[in-house]
Protein backbone atom coordinates (compact mmCIF):
# COMPACT_ATOMS: atom_id res chain seq x y z
CA UNK A 1 0.00 0.00 0.00
CA UNK A 2 1.18 3.62 -0.63
CA UNK A 3 0.32 6.63 0.74
CA UNK A 4 -0.36 9.87 -1.19
CA UNK A 5 2.38 12.67 0.09
CA UNK A 6 2.48 15.14 -2.42
CA UNK A 7 0.65 16.07 -5.89
CA UNK A 8 1.58 18.80 -8.67
CA UNK A 9 0.36 19.71 -11.98
CA UNK A 10 3.01 20.13 -14.42
CA UNK A 11 3.21 21.83 -17.65
CA UNK A 12 5.30 20.47 -20.16
CA UNK A 13 5.60 23.02 -23.11
CA UNK A 14 7.71 20.33 -25.71
CA UNK A 15 5.80 19.63 -28.97
CA UNK A 16 6.25 15.63 -29.10
CA UNK A 17 5.04 15.98 -24.92
CA UNK A 18 3.24 19.14 -25.15
CA UNK A 19 0.32 18.88 -22.28
CA UNK A 20 -0.68 19.50 -18.87
CA UNK A 21 0.16 16.35 -16.48
CA UNK A 22 -0.57 15.65 -13.08
CA UNK A 23 2.12 13.73 -10.79
CA UNK A 24 2.76 13.02 -7.14
CA UNK A 25 5.75 11.59 -4.93
CA UNK A 26 4.23 8.86 -2.85
CA UNK A 27 6.01 6.62 0.49
CA UNK A 28 5.28 3.24 1.18
CA UNK A 29 5.62 1.74 4.45
CA UNK A 30 9.22 1.02 4.16
CA UNK A 31 10.10 4.28 3.39
CA UNK A 32 10.56 4.05 -0.61
CA UNK A 33 9.35 6.54 -1.95
CA UNK A 34 8.24 6.58 -6.52
CA UNK A 35 7.31 9.60 -8.38
CA UNK A 36 4.06 8.83 -10.11
CA UNK A 37 1.47 9.91 -12.67
CA UNK A 38 -1.96 10.38 -11.66
CA UNK A 39 -4.46 10.33 -13.99
CA UNK A 40 -6.64 12.89 -14.66
CA UNK A 41 -10.00 12.51 -13.63
CA UNK A 42 -8.54 11.62 -10.21
CA UNK A 43 -6.08 14.95 -9.55
CA UNK A 44 -8.80 16.84 -8.49
CA UNK A 45 -10.52 14.78 -5.57
CA UNK A 46 -6.82 13.49 -3.86
CA UNK A 47 -5.40 15.27 -1.72
CA UNK A 48 -2.30 14.06 0.60
CA UNK A 49 -2.73 11.06 3.06
CA UNK A 50 -4.88 8.93 0.44
CA UNK A 51 -4.22 5.71 -0.09
CA UNK A 52 -3.79 4.16 -3.07
CA UNK A 53 -1.47 1.09 -4.74
CA UNK A 54 0.81 1.63 -8.54
CA UNK A 55 0.01 0.00 -11.50
CA UNK A 56 2.49 0.17 -14.06
CA UNK A 57 1.84 0.13 -17.62
CA UNK A 58 3.38 1.35 -21.38
CA UNK A 59 1.53 4.39 -22.65
CA UNK A 60 -0.01 3.58 -26.61
CA UNK A 61 2.62 4.03 -29.05
CA UNK A 62 5.58 4.27 -26.11
CA UNK A 63 7.63 1.69 -25.03
CA UNK A 64 8.13 3.78 -21.93
CA UNK A 65 6.66 2.12 -18.90
CA UNK A 66 4.86 4.33 -16.25
CA UNK A 67 3.83 4.10 -12.86
CA UNK A 68 0.39 4.93 -12.30
CA UNK A 69 -1.03 5.72 -8.89
CA UNK A 70 -4.23 4.07 -8.31
CA UNK A 71 -6.48 5.42 -5.29
CA UNK A 72 -8.45 2.85 -3.03
CA UNK A 73 -11.88 4.09 -2.55
CA UNK A 74 -15.01 3.39 -1.22
CA UNK A 75 -17.82 1.90 -3.79
CA UNK A 76 -19.63 5.20 -2.21
CA UNK A 77 -16.93 7.84 -2.14
CA UNK A 78 -15.93 6.64 -6.07
CA UNK A 79 -19.49 7.32 -7.33
CA UNK A 80 -19.67 10.61 -5.49
CA UNK A 81 -16.42 12.12 -6.24
CA UNK A 82 -15.30 10.94 -9.68
CA UNK A 83 -18.11 11.07 -11.73
CA UNK A 84 -18.78 14.32 -13.87
CA UNK A 85 -22.03 16.82 -14.63
CA UNK A 86 -22.83 16.65 -18.30
CA UNK A 87 -24.55 18.19 -20.33
CA UNK A 88 -25.54 17.04 -23.87
CA UNK A 89 -26.47 19.85 -26.13
CA UNK A 90 -28.93 17.91 -29.30
CA UNK A 91 -29.61 14.89 -27.49
CA UNK A 92 -32.78 14.22 -28.09
CA UNK A 93 -31.94 12.50 -31.08
CA UNK A 94 -29.07 11.08 -33.50
CA UNK A 95 -25.37 11.70 -32.16
CA UNK A 96 -25.89 13.83 -29.37
CA UNK A 97 -28.24 10.93 -28.02
CA UNK A 98 -25.76 8.25 -28.74
CA UNK A 99 -23.31 10.56 -26.70
CA UNK A 100 -25.57 10.98 -24.05
CA UNK A 101 -25.79 7.44 -24.19
CA UNK A 102 -22.33 6.61 -23.85
CA UNK A 103 -22.19 9.13 -20.27
CA UNK A 104 -25.06 7.52 -18.76
CA UNK A 105 -24.04 3.98 -19.02
CA UNK A 106 -20.55 4.94 -17.21
CA UNK A 107 -22.61 6.15 -14.71
CA UNK A 108 -21.85 10.12 -15.05
CA UNK A 109 -24.28 12.30 -14.01
CA UNK A 110 -26.17 13.61 -17.67
CA UNK A 111 -28.39 16.04 -18.64
CA UNK A 112 -30.06 15.77 -21.77
CA UNK A 113 -31.44 18.99 -24.12
CA UNK A 114 -33.00 19.62 -27.47
CA UNK A 115 -35.04 21.69 -29.27
CA UNK A 116 -38.55 19.77 -27.95
CA UNK A 117 -39.89 20.48 -25.00
CA UNK A 118 -41.04 16.45 -24.44
CA UNK A 119 -38.35 13.56 -24.53
CA UNK A 120 -38.49 11.40 -27.62
CA UNK A 121 -39.25 8.07 -27.17
CA UNK A 122 -35.58 7.25 -27.03
CA UNK A 123 -34.98 9.96 -24.24
CA UNK A 124 -37.69 8.43 -21.88
CA UNK A 125 -36.21 4.79 -22.16
CA UNK A 126 -32.75 6.24 -21.34
CA UNK A 127 -34.39 8.06 -18.88
CA UNK A 128 -35.87 5.06 -17.60
CA UNK A 129 -32.76 3.05 -17.49
CA UNK A 130 -30.35 5.51 -16.26
CA UNK A 131 -31.55 7.60 -13.05
CA UNK A 132 -28.03 9.89 -13.02
CA UNK A 133 -29.96 10.71 -16.52
CA UNK A 134 -31.80 14.10 -16.79
CA UNK A 135 -33.82 15.98 -19.67
CA UNK A 136 -34.37 19.54 -19.37
Given amino acids: MW ?3 YISSVHVPLPSFAGNYDVGLVTNKEGEQQLVYIPTDSANVLKPGTK ?3 LKKTEAGSSELM ?3 VPQRS ?3 SVQT ?3 VILVTGSNRGIGFAIAQRFAAQKHYVI ?3 THRVPSEDVRKLLKKFPRAVYR
Avoid: D
Fill in 67 to 69: TIF
Fill in 82 to 84: SKK
Fill in 52 to 54: GKL
Fill in 3 to 5: TLQ
Fill in 75 to 77: KKE
Fill in 112 to 114: LNG
